[in-house]
């Protein structure tokens, strides 16, 4: 059996398989709303053959964008443009969640093709909006970055109202599935981490104090939208700097995040820092953050999502043949390869004459693996006829 390929259920949802694109933040919308090069770039993975594709990081509010490129549903205007992307999704075979986020004290950056640090003169004469970000408390992400403005307790409402009100409007927009982002230092991440949490009052200090906010935010989350949809989250298991959250905290977490009706926890790492310092013990290669999601998933029960250089199908085979995730997702390697699921299934001999592509694209490439193969024949003396199918 390929566990890579076996249909998978999750609440009232089922996958075709146990490949996930990941969210990964494009830059390109326009005032929070999605334009054709998003339809473009999520209906290219569908048709790639993933079973499921998660619309990146989607802003719960206009100051919460991480950049000015960041696709929003703070308003009731944007739900048109998402449901053509869910479309576009769902009409080329696979499921569709979104990512909901805040961006926190990261929020009001640069486009990351441009940099990808804090907005410059260059930036604004470019038409970037800027803007004082918030957080948990008034220090910054890092050098350069500027000071933000730490949550009130009615800012804190407002923040969670905001969550569950977009992840409403994503489900008027038709998505299967919401995945909360708390990972990479943006706002509900930067709660549960030491080197960006310093607040006094019950939503700092001690780790249980430290994860309220963001067990709130679930909470409100899981009771606003259907009982039949999943719910995911995507946490930093490790900030992977000294004094910083600890795996050991995310087991604790993901236990906390399971009694509240959270299906997966999508295992990330790192994106938080303290001024001054830098990710110095994190080394990346193929699965590195695998063993993150192998230990959640042991020691808390929930399911869990493995990420990180995962590029081939035997190493994806192998983490979940081994018990160490229950979903593999990928990223960079989709944009790589946004067919990186056809060519598994080919890998592993579930089809062999491009059956599973598009039909479109199948016939065509029918004929060119044919020509090839015959060519490849004829060229060392197999089939003294040759060939050319076009």
């Keep these: 059996m390929v566990k890579l390929f076996e249909k998978v259920s999750l609440r009232g949802l089922e996958l075709k398989n146990r490949i996930v694109v990941s969210p990964m933040g494009m830059y390109s919308a326009e005032n929070g709303c999605v334009t054709p090069f998003h339809l473009v770039h999520y209906g290219k993975f569908a048709m ?34 998402m449901r053509q992307v869910v479309h576009v999704i769902k009409a080329n075979g696979a499921a569709a969640g ?45 050098d350069g970055y500027s000071d933000p403005i730490p949550l009130s307790k009615d800012g804190l409402i407002g923040t969670r109202d905001a969550f569950v009100a977009a992840a409403r409007r994503a489900v008027l927009a038709g998505f299967d599935l919401v995945e909360l982002h708390m990972a990479h230092g943006y706002l509900l991440q930067s709660f549960l981490s030491p080197l960006a949490n310093f607040r006094t009052d019950e939503y700092g200090g001690a780790r249980e104090n430290r994860m309220r906010f963001p067990l709130e935010v679930t909470r409100a989350v899981r009771a606003a939208i259907p009982a039949g949809m999943p719910l ?58 695998v063993p993150f999601s192998d230990q959640i998933r042991r020691e808390s029960g929930i399911a869990t999502g493995a990420v990180g250089m995962i590029r081939t199908p035997d190493l994806a085979e192998r983490i979940l043949q081994d018990g160490k995730a229950d979903l593999i997702f990928l990223a960079r390697q989709m944009l790589f390869d946004p067919f990186w699921a056809h060519q598994a299934a080919e890998h592993f001999g579930l089809t062999g004459n491009f059956e599973a592509w598009p039909e479109q694209y199948g016939w065509w490439l029918a004929k060119w693996g044919h020509a090839l193969r015959a060519n490849h024949e004829n060229l060392h003396g197999l089939d003294p006829r040759g060939g050319d199918e076009g």
């Design 232 to 289: 995911f989250v995507r946490i930093s298991a490790t900030d992977w700097i000294e004094g910083g959250w600890e795996i050991e905290d995310s087991v604790v977490f993901a236990r906390e995040l399971k009694a509240l009706g959270v299906d997966l926890v999508d295992c990330s790492t790192g994106g938080n820092l303290r001024v001054g310092s830098t990710n110095a013990n994190l080394a990346r290669g193929p699965g590195y953050q």
């Design 98 to 142: 979104i990512q909901i986020n805040h961006g926190g004290r990261k929020s009001g950056q640069q486009r990351a093709f441009r940099g990808n640090g804090p907005l410059t003169d260059r930036d604004i004469e470019m038409g970037e909006e800027t803007w004082t970000p918030t957080g948990p408390s008034d220090v910054r992400f890092a």
């Design 48 to 81: 790639g053959g993933a079973g499921l594709v998660i619309v990146e990081q989607t802003s719960v509010s206009r100051h919460g964008r991480i950049t000015n490129g960041d696709p929003g549903l703070w308003h009731d205007g944007q739900i048109d443009g």
